[in-house]
């Protein structure tokens, strides 16, 4: 009775939302001493406790996915195991990391380079002290750890530098980017830095490797919540030559750079303000262009794989369906449609001129994927596309969503694209048009065959 009343006065103290009530209970009913539920410090511990657990599982629930999203206890629930899924995650990617540099020395086919940690702040000061809102990091493709970072990124990430001391680079990253900065520094897929060190080497061609987009964290803000910056991240494989162990070590070196939103100063010029998308058949986004990120907030990985319709506006979805019929129509060939307005991150809707075409598939006639170029004609009242939305239950699937999807699916399905002979659809680049061009040789060669 002693431990129920205890749970009954420390409710009372501060109200358990009915989502999270289990949650909380569960939390509590490890905490409780019978010998001390009275006090009115064990009480004021609970309160602090129950507060900090509703505040993480709000951050939680904002990094949900939307198509995981649901109201009641079933919400908390799924952000949990969400949470538990990301971890797990990482723990294997951490391990997989290790597992292929322990097998391979070194690997093939790369020339790499070793670098004192003094070489590499002379070698990337080249880049943050032209531009204060990049920073360098090395980051042990062994162990995770940072390994250097510049000092320009702890007024960058607003937080002091001591933060990174023996941390993993992993842990500034919004959990959701996690396996995105897994998957771009894979070593195979690095390039060398020593490749972009030459003589006819200048730094605009370095920053011009392939690059990715992560959300980073150094500080909180006044609430106390982490405060995530999107920035553009070039990946180099190098060594790091360890004082400390007296060895050698691989290492990516990442190249970030804060992206600001096109609306705010200095803008994207408005004739600028261009962007393109792919998206397949049932209207599901399958590429997303890099430009389009300081004009809808939104990195690449938000999008892709997720519905387009989503995104749009609920008045300007059916318009969809109208565009995908003059797709039919036109065979791959681009034309000009009406202007939609577009969900930016922060919740305003953008108001964007569009352009569509399509590439059919030579041989079944049939439309592979669908590409939209965009071009933004009035942007949103809040210029900063990166904050968060005011309305923090995320973007809902309605009904309309799922029907339109499946009858531009069943329409692109249709067998009704000919054209006089299987060639690449006009609207593609000409290397794209060469790509397909051999594909079909190829093809024709193994029939005669």
């Given at each position: 009775?002693?431990?129920s009343g205890s749970n009954k006065s420390s409710n009372s103290h501060s109200p358990s939302p009915p989502s999270s009530s289990n949650a909380f209970s569960l939390?509590?009913?490890?905490?409780?001493?019978?010998?001390?539920?009275?006090?009115?410090?064990?009480?004021?511990?609970k309160a602090k406790t129950q507060k900090e657990l509703f505040k993480t599982l709000k951050e939680l629930k904002m990094h949900l996915p939307s198509e995981k999203r649901s109201k009641g206890k079933s919400s908390t629930v799924n952000t949990l195991k969400y949470a538990l899924r990301?971890?797990?995650?990482?723990?294997?990617?951490?391990?997989?990391?290790?597992?292929?540099?322990?097998?391979?020395?070194?690997?093939?086919?790369?020339?790499?380079?070793?670098?004192?940690?003094?070489?590499i702040n002379s070698i990337t000061s080249e880049y943050t002290l032209k531009n204060t809102d990049i920073f360098a990091v090395a980051v042990s493709l062994i162990t995770g750890k940072i390994v250097y970072i510049s000092d320009q990124a702890a007024s960058i990430l607003n937080c002091k530098r001591e933060v990174f001391d023996n941390a993993k680079f992993v842990e500034f990253l919004t959990p959701q980017d996690v396996s995105v900065f897994y998957s771009f520094t894979t070593p195979y897929r690095l390039p060398s830095w020593s490749m972009c060190t030459g003589a006819e080497s200048s730094p605009t061609e370095c920053m011009q490797e392939k690059s990715f987009f992560c959300r980073i964290s150094g500080g909180k803000d006044r609430k106390g919540d982490l405060?995530?910056?999107?920035?553009?991240?070039?990946?180099?494989?190098m060594k790091v030559q360890d004082t400390e162990l007296a060895e050698e070590q691989f290492c990516c070196l990442l190249l970030a750079e804060r992206v600001h939103s096109g609306y705010e100063a200095p803008r994207i010029p408005s004739d600028?303000?261009?962007?393109?998308?792919?998206?397949?058949?049932?209207?599901?986004?399958q590429d997303v262009d890099e430009r389009a990120v300081p004009l809808l907030g939104y990195l690449p990985q938000d999008l892709i794989g997720t519905p387009v319709l989503l995104n749009l506006h609920p008045n300007d979805r059916p318009l969809m369906l109208a565009i995908h019929r003059k797709i039919l129509q036109y065979a791959g060939q681009p034309f000009d449609h009406s202007s939609i307005r577009?969900?930016?991150?922060?919740?305003?809707?953008?108001?964007?001129?569009t352009s569509w075409s399509s590439f059919v598939n030579p041989w079944s006639r049939k439309v592979s994927f669908v590409i939209g170029r965009h071009k933004v004609r009035?942007?949103?009242?809040?210029?900063?596309?990166?904050?968060?939305?005011?309305?923090?239950?995320?973007?809902?699937?309605?009904?309309?969503?799922?029907?339109?999807s499946e009858q531009i699916h069943r329409l692109l399905l249709q067998i009704g694209l000919h054209s006089p002979s299987p060639t690449p659809s006009p609207s593609l680049p000409k290397h794209e048009q060469k790509k397909t061009s051999e594909s079909e040789s190829s093809w024709q060669l193994l029939i005669s065959k």
């Open positions: 009775m002693e431990s939390v509590s009913s490890e905490q409780d001493n019978p010998s001390t539920s009275g006090c009115s410090s064990e009480q004021s511990a990301c971890i797990k995650q990482v723990k294997a990617n951490e391990e997989y990391y290790q597992m292929l540099m322990i097998n391979d020395s070194q690997p093939p086919g790369f020339d790499v380079t070793s670098y004192t940690i003094e070489e405060q995530y910056y999107p920035f553009r991240m070039t990946p180099y494989l600028k303000r261009i962007f393109t998308t792919t998206h397949t058949p049932n209207c599901v986004f577009f969900c930016a991150r922060n919740g305003e809707y953008i108001t964007i001129d009035m942007g949103p009242v809040n210029e900063d596309v990166f904050a968060a939305p005011a309305f923090h239950g995320g973007k809902i699937m309605d009904s309309d969503i799922q029907e339109i």
